[in-house]
């Protein structure tokens, strides 16, 4: 994994990727849950995740107040539909899933190596009344040799798109765009 | 536009697309911006969206506590370029870039005709200390005869994605899926 600019960890979330929101729980163990429904907030590393006491990564990202949110690519369609329908409850996730805990510079959640890029972050609020850990990221990574690069979207009734056809428009966006991306 | 029953409304948000959300005005004037900042916070149409005082919409979503997100398909990319670059402050978007209105059911705000989805929400939240607006879906709306149903996805410097390859895995998600979708 290389370091990413921390200015453009934003553009990893925009285009509504499936990700895997890794945790440490208290205990130590790592944990990993599947999850689309998080967004940016900022042109900063400022996201919005929602998910509640239903779920076990839940109790990890109130106490230890970080996470890591790692991106999914189409090649991983198999391993998120694994992550995302059990509960680290009962199962060990990485190692039932052979995921690689690779070592962050700044939380002590693990970042998924199979991942094509990650962004290590702190809980910095939680808006319990809508279910939703606002997120700061504080270290971005990817991993430039990852071969498939297509993002996988969910549409939620079990149905994923992959990315397809790509367009260039940066001239038209001019002063839309932040400047460090 | 044919009605889309409201528990599949989560359906449009989740997968991440570029949408346009659309207002009126105190003054009775229509107004659209492209916005990717947005995402579902529950299987009802629960959606939480991001925008500030920098955007001339806050002021209709503050004031009018009410919108429409109108999802935008591959076809429509110049349009949400358009949309996306100017203000309403400055322009009407319904005539300079010929977008037609569509009287709603339950918000007086317009749903955008051209776009292939359309759901009427109203604002039952404002989270100001990080700009986020919590909308609740009243009424969903759908054109089976759109033609490019592609969604499109925004990276946020400049480039798009359409959606490509589809990969169905219902039957993997079992007991994940609520049950009206």
Request: charged share 25%.
């Amino acid at each position: 994994m290389k370091e990413l600019e921390l200015q453009k960890a934003f553009t990893l979330i925009e285009p509504g990727p499936v990700t895997m929101i890794s945790t440490r729980g208290r205990d130590g163990r790592p944990n990993a849950m599947t999850l689309t429904w998080i967004t940016v907030l900022d042109w900063g590393p400022t996201f919005a995740l929602c998910t509640g006491p239903w779920n076990y990564s839940y109790e990890a990202l109130v106490s230890e107040k970080e996470c890591v949110v790692n991106i999914a690519t189409a090649d991983m369609l198999e391993t998120i539909l694994k992550v995302g329908t059990c509960t680290g409850r009962e199962v060990d996730k990485f190692a039932k899933f052979g995921l690689t805990e690779v070592k962050g510079s700044k939380v002590t959640a693990p970042i998924i190596g199979e991942c094509w890029a990650s962004v290590e972050c702190k809980v910095v609020d939680h808006v319990e009344r809508h279910n939703i850990f606002v997120l700061e990221g504080v270290k971005a990574w990817h991993n430039p040799d990852h071969k498939d690069k297509r993002l996988l979207h969910a549409i939620g009734d079990g149905t994923f798109t992959a990315d397809g056809e790509v367009f260039h428009r940066r001239a038209e966006m001019g002063e839309k765009l932040p400047p460090a991306v």
